[in-house]
């Protein structure tokens, strides 16, 4: 039973089918261990009773036809899933049970897929180091007081601790990749589109994405296959025709021009992540692939961009807490009292201080000052993303300018916080798809991550791409459980 | 450009969040240091680019309006913080 936790998402699937392992086995043996690994607060809500009820139901009348038959899976916290509590990491809506099912958790359970329970995260998916949770930080599993990266931060800190096989996030500048580069896991954002937002807490919706995390390439195409589908139900979701991601997986690069952008080599960048990036491409040249020098002459603008473009988006989002129909509320002497007192004690700092950058650039007198202008730069970012893949089918990048932080390290400076999204918020501007592969280790022995980021609609490419980066990097995670007493 | 102490007043109040003035001094430094690092947007020329509202710049698909889901009033007033029968119950605001 032990060694159940160990085995990646396709071998555990692999072993149901064959019926070398019952649902019920691997539910519980993944619960077991997250029951034991309660000191990395990645839970915000747990799942484990009805769960281990699904899976004794799956294990009567088994349907091996699925894609994740009877699979055990905690998903992050901002997706709405039916009857179980959704909080978005945020004390507003720390005892909502939503009505309805988020698509992308759906077609999860229409896949055999079994919630063990909701992951914790940065509150509205605003932060970088989960520290902005209401629920509390949460930690890395590479080592203690270590940040897991944010958003998804109970995502990357579970997968890595092996609590869950796989696993979601969403991606609005970088929640995604960035925790998979912190705690040396595999996560993708996919193309704006392509996964359906219905149901997931919404942040910024023209830059929010789902997408899997997990411990390696092959286990992502198949969650990908299974989130991704087209949904009437978001009005973004985009009719394209979807691979057999997994089948189609393979390592061969023969002849793919992959571009290397000089504008992210950042100044004061450790020379650790420079090497690694030029592991990278040593290995892309050994395997065929051409390496191609390429301009993105606006990426300095993206994170500027992103903070007019992600609060401005977030304030309006965000107006729906008013403690009227669901969510925590405060007494107030009026209407009005109520709302701002509701909002004041049920909102964190960085939500309150995102809420009010955005309410900010889209006040009279500033939107065409901010707003429109942050419009029109977005713009500028997407067309060097054009011109450049003119010349190129890919493009490869170190994933962060920086492995995890301490937790508190940069708490109180929000811009150096920001700075973490430098090299992954220019992709969500312009909405391509990008993939976070760990690729090497700093000399503190924490993972770095290498991105690989496609063409709209063509995340094949960069799955094949990260594939063999992968195979040849061979990354090992050396994580010890110290968290388990 | 800097945001004084009545500015950050009157964005909290357009974002209805009560914030004290302590809390208001700090809010303000935060939104400078920001704002300062969002200036650097003015270096660019933007006079004759469109803006890019949505990546997703394809005619947003119309769908029938159908009932897809029903009775369930009752789940949806569990979640709220104070109800009166079917109502929600919100502090009076006709005198």
């Known amino acids: ?485 | 450009m800097t945001i004084d102490l009545k500015t950050v007043k009157h964005i909290s109040k357009l974002s209805r969040i009560s914030i004290d003035d302590n809390k208001a001094k700090k809010l303000g430094k935060d939104l400078n240091s920001i704002f300062s690092f969002i200036e650097k947007l003015n270096e660019l020329d933007t006079k004759n680019t469109e803006p890019l509202t949505s990546i997703a710049e394809t005619t947003l698909k119309l769908r029938k309006d159908e009932i897809k889901s029903e009775n369930i009033r009752e789940d949806i007033l569990k979640n709220s913080p104070d109800k009166n029968k079917d109502f929600f119950v919100v502090p009076k605001v006709v005198e």
């Not at chain 1, 079994?114 to 949460?138: H, P, Q, R, W």
């Not at chain 1, 796989?166 to 970088?174: E, K, R, V």
């Not at chain 1, 998979?180 to 996560?187: E, L, P, Q």
């Not at chain 1, 004061?268 to 065929?288: F, Q, V």
Request: aromatic residues 10%; charged residues 25%; hydrophobic residues 35%.
């Open chain 1, 1 to 485: 039973m032990s060694n159940i936790t160990d085995l990646k998402l396709v071998e555990l699937v692999d072993k149901i089918k064959k019926k070398e392992l019952s649902s019920t086995e691997a539910t519980i043996a993944f619960i077991e261990r997250s029951k034991k690994s309660k000191k990395l607060n990645a839970y915000i809500s747990e799942n484990y009773e009805n769960a281990i009820k699904k899976a004794k139901i799956f294990d009567q009348k088994p349907d091996f036809k699925k894609k994740l038959p009877g699979i055990p899976i905690a998903v992050k916290d901002l997706f709405c899933t039916k009857n179980i509590r959704t909080t978005a990491g945020s004390k507003i809506l720390e005892n909502f049970i939503p009505t309805y099912e988020s698509t992308v958790t759906q077609n999860i359970l229409d896949e055999g897929g079994i919630v063990i329970g909701k992951l914790n995260c940065d509150e509205f998916a605003m932060g970088s180091s989960n520290e902005t949770s209401y629920f509390g930080n949460v930690q890395n599993p590479v080592s203690e007081n270590l940040v897991p990266g944010g958003s998804s931060g109970g995502s990357s800190s579970a997968l890595a601790a092996k609590l869950t096989p796989a696993t979601i996030g969403t991606d609005t500048g970088g929640s995604i990749r960035q925790p998979a580069s912190f705690t040396g896991t595999v996560g993708l954002k996919p193309t704006y589109g392509s996964c359906s937002r219905y149901g997931i807490v919404a942040f910024a919706s023209s830059l929010d994405q789902a997408g899997p995390m997990t411990h390696d390439v092959r286990d992502c195409s198949l969650m990908f296959e299974i989130m991704s589908t087209y949904d009437t139900k978001d009005s973004t979701s985009v009719d394209f025709k979807r691979e057999n991601y997994l089948n189609n997986l393979n390592e061969n690069i023969k002849g793919k021009k992959i571009g290397i952008p000089k504008e992210y080599r950042v100044d004061g960048m450790p020379k650790e992540i420079d090497e690694l990036w030029e592991k990278g491409i040593k290995i892309i040249k050994e395997n065929g692939g051409q390496i191609i020098e390429i301009s993105l002459p606006n990426t300095n603008y993206a994170l500027p961009t992103y903070y007019i473009v992600a609060p401005a988006e977030a304030s309006s989002n965000l107006a729906r807490y008013d403690g009227v129909k669901y969510g925590f509320r405060s007494k107030g002497e009026n209407l009005i009292d109520m709302y701002e007192k509701t909002r004041s004690e049920g909102f964190g700092d960085e939500v309150k201080r995102r809420i009010m950058i955005g309410t900010y650039v889209l006040s009279s007198g500033y939107y065409d000052a901010y707003y429109l202008k942050a419009q029109k730069v977005r713009r500028l970012i997407k067309n060097d993303f054009d011109e450049a893949y003119k010349k190129v089918d890919a493009i490869l990048t170190p994933s962060t300018p920086n492995s995890a932080f301490k937790i508190g390290e940069k708490l109180n400076d929000p811009v150096s916080m920001y700075l973490n999204d430098i090299f992954t918020v220019p992709i969500n501007l312009a909405g391509l798809p990008a993939i976070s592969i760990p690729a090497g280790h700093d000399k503190k022995g924490y993972p770095l991550g290498l991105q690989v980021i496609g063409k709209a609609f063509d995340e094949q490419s960069i799955l094949n791409i990260a594939f063999a980066l992968e195979k040849n990097i061979s990354f090992k995670n050396n994580i010890t459980d110290w968290w388990i007493k």
